[in-house]
């Protein structure tokens, strides 16, 4: 194309682009929706109806951004507009034309960018329809592709209804020249009802040529409630009348009746009535809608509600009902099936579980999944909990018989937090984190049950957010200390180790022990670092005493998950005990469940590097929760603490008693030292060394005591 060919056409552009009467963001609720079911289907935070002018793209309709425009010349869209199909930009950072724009470099810092073009009917690009990430992606798929085009299609539409609806507030003239092109079939007629404009849309719809029907009567096709609606316009000498947007029934030429959308207004131009109508056959519109619906509001691979689904119907259940029942899902050992059978096998896992969550509840019951192994489910007018419990209880039930997938044996189970409404919240926001709550609350009391909330729950969080604000203060203001608590050899009860437990000294609340912090410090940003510190401390204190002449003390230090997050785990210790001048086996590093059920690489590696080097990894807590067996063998575990739970109740408890055998008879047989926790008296005390235990701890032997006072008990 020739530089004046190409000036012209852009000229030619930009006046089609002024017809459409844009030059200011649309707040409209059709242009909202529709981005808004962009950002679903695609899963990205930021979409955007842009028109590229002269100088600069304007957002139309935006999500996601707080701007309304920029310049065209750091414009993506301005580059999609010439493109014949869709324009992909799969990560902004490989890409020579993009990765120094500013908009990349800056803010909204663009790393992918999909847009199409958004053309007029006479073929130019108005702009685009375009979806973007902070992150990249691999491309589109054809499916993808597909989506893009009818998201784009369903947004001219609306477009070009507006453009008409323009030219025909601006005179009688203008809106027939510009309907003549119009892929919307567009009717005129006089005050008697008698047809004076068919463009060819209308006849490609209907069937009649405009010398068959101009002049006949409106009745031919418009039922006569609309007919007479008409009439009843006229009558009223108005300028000029919008008669709104309806859903009705036409005939066609050959009899047919067609659904169509039917766009109406009267105005009076020199004295005369004139009616307008747009006609849209809505039939492959409403199923492409219906498609794209489904598609942004169902997870792709259970067919249940999706996250999005869920809010909208939890929040017409909350305006149209007095009463309800939100339940949250979370499966326990999902992470093991997952990474033992890989993702086909956790997919049909979760597929087979969608199915027992929708089977087990009643018709009009919403079940949703929120994500990864989270479901929800919406009971609407439910208010008994007993009831509600019963539900609960079946459902993970019927969760823990899924016993194979694909031939493969798998354990499985679920978790699940129940909230009432209105009695524990009224918004959805209050009423999902209640739900939320009560679901840590089933996990932290051994998984494979349900809890209801209570309102302790919601002040326990509440206390867990305040402290998280003061952990930083704690941190620098050295108000952390650790206790030491005794660990001794049955046989002879020597003092062999101690327990490194962490105190705060917190300055209002007085001395806190970690049940009242943990929480909120394990969750937050300073649990690496209070970490370092914890066993950089342990360390240097166990060296001391070890130098003073206590030769084989041993000391037991818990640690973070956030620990291992960082891959730094290893080499961390690895530096510690050089700088303390500490033997690998003078440390032993306590894990707990949580930890055992993050299983991965991340985890295991630097366990297992430091076990190499002699350092002792001790389980504990072991017995209370969902571990299995494979643990033992796959983790480099060196000893088991029993929890104190089943050594407080072993004496009066058979089943408690078994469960200690059991565990002593599982150290023997997996070759691991055994130690008893919470050990309280003589009774115990005989108990553990009649089964075979030759460790304990407890407050028989010692409470937790700060450094100085443990010293003594070693007789420093």
Request: aromatic share 6%.
């Amino acid at each position: 194309m020739s530089p004046n060919s190409s000036d012209m056409a852009e000229t030619r552009r930009l006046a089609i682009l002024d017809e459409y009467g844009i030059d200011a963001p649309l707040n409209e609720e059709t242009f909202n929706r529709l981005i808004n079911l962009t950002a679903n289907i695609f899963n990205v935070p930021i979409v955007l109806i842009s028109l590229v002018e002269s100088e600069r793209q304007l957002f139309a309709a935006s999500l996601g951004t707080a701007s309304c425009e920029t310049s065209r010349d750091i414009s993506f869209c301005a580059y999609a507009i010439r493109q014949d199909d869709i324009m992909v930009i799969a990560d902004t950072h490989e890409d020579p034309l993009f990765r120094d724009n500013p908009l990349v470099t800056g803010d909204p810092h663009i790393r992918f960018y999909a847009g199409i073009p958004l053309l007029s009917p006479s073929g130019y690009a108005l702009g685009t329809l375009c979806i973007i990430d902070r992150k990249p992606h691999s491309g589109l798929s054809a499916a993808d592709r597909r989506n893009m085009k009818d998201l784009a299609a369903l947004v001219m539409d609306k477009l070009e209804m507006r453009r008409l609806e323009l030219a025909r507030s601006a005179s009688q003239n203008r809106f027939e020249n510009i309907a003549q092109t119009s892929p919307d079939a567009i009717i005129c007629s006089n005050e008697q009802g008698l047809v004076t404009f068919w463009n060819q849309a209308a006849r490609k719809m209907l069937g009649y040529t405009s010398e068959e029907i101009v002049g006949c009567d409106l009745s031919l096709i418009l039922p006569d409630a609309i007919i007479d609606e008409m009439h009843q316009m006229a009558g009223t000498r108005e300028e000029r009348i919008e008669a709104g947007t309806m859903e009705l029934m036409v005939k066609s030429k050959d009899g047919l009746f067609l659904p169509v959308e039917l766009s109406g207004s009267m105005w009076v131009e020199n004295q005369q009535v004139s009616f307008g109508a747009i006609l849209r056959n809505i039939t492959s519109r409403r199923h492409n809608e219906e498609r794209l619906f489904r598609l942004a509001h169902m997870d792709h691979l259970t067919g249940l509600a999706n996250r999005t689904l869920l809010s909208n119907s939890l929040e017409q259940v909350l305006r149209d009902e007095k009463a309800a029942t939100i339940m949250l899902v979370d499966l326990d050992g999902f992470k093991d099936v997952n990474d033992s059978l890989g993702h086909a096998g956790g997919d049909a896992v979760l597929v087979s579980v969608a199915e027992r969550l929708r089977t087990g509840v009643r018709t009009g019951d919403i079940v949703a999944r929120m994500g990864g192994d989270e479901f929800a489910l919406v009971l609407p007018t439910m208010n008994d909990p007993r009831r509600a419990a019963e539900i609960a209880d079946a459902l993970i039930d019927n969760i823990a018989k899924i016993t194979s997938v694909e031939g493969q044996q798998i354990s499985i189970g679920a978790s699940i937090g129940i909230v009432l409404y209105p009695l524990h919240g009224i918004t959805i926001q209050e009423l999902l984190t209640s739900a939320d709550l009560a679901l840590y609350q089933a996990k932290a009391e051994g998984r494979n049950c349900r809890r209801f909330f209570t309102s302790e729950l919601r002040a326990l969080s509440q206390a867990k957010r305040s402290y998280q604000s003061q952990l930083a203060r704690a941190y620098a203001e050295q108000e952390f200390e650790l206790y030491y608590q005794p660990q001794v050899r049955l046989s002879d009860n020597a003092i062999i180790g101690a327990e490194a437990l962490l105190r705060w000294h917190h300055p209002e609340k007085g001395l806190l022990g970690p049940g009242a912090f943990l929480a909120a410090l394990d969750s937050g940003p300073w649990a690496e670092r209070v970490g370092e510190w914890v066993i950089r401390t342990a360390c240097r204190q166990a060296a001391a005493w070890r130098n003073a002449g206590v030769t084989d003390f041993r000391i037991g230090v818990n640690l973070f998950s956030v620990q291992f997050k960082t891959g730094n785990l290893a080499h961390q210790v690895h530096s510690i005990l050089a700088e303390c001048g500490l033997a690998p086996e003078a440390l032993e590093l306590e894990i707990t469940e949580n930890i055992i059920l993050s299983y991965d690489e991340n985890m295991l590696r630097p366990l297992n590097e430091l076990r190499e080097e002699g350092v002792g990894i001790a389980f504990d807590d072991y017995g209370t929760g969902y571990a299995s067996l494979s643990m033992l063998k796959n983790y480099p575990v060196t000893r088991l603490k029993i929890d104190q739970t089943f050594v407080r109740a072993m004496c009066n408890s058979p089943s408690d008693a078994a469960i200690v055998r059991a565990i002593l008879y599982l150290g023997a047989s997996f070759k691991l030292e055994v130690i008893a926790e919470g050990v309280e008296s003589i009774e115990q005390y005989e108990s553990l060394k009649r089964k075979g235990c030759k460790e304990a701890q407890g407050f028989l032997f010692g409470k937790p005591m700060p450094a100085d006072e443990f010293a003594l008990c070693l007789g420093l």
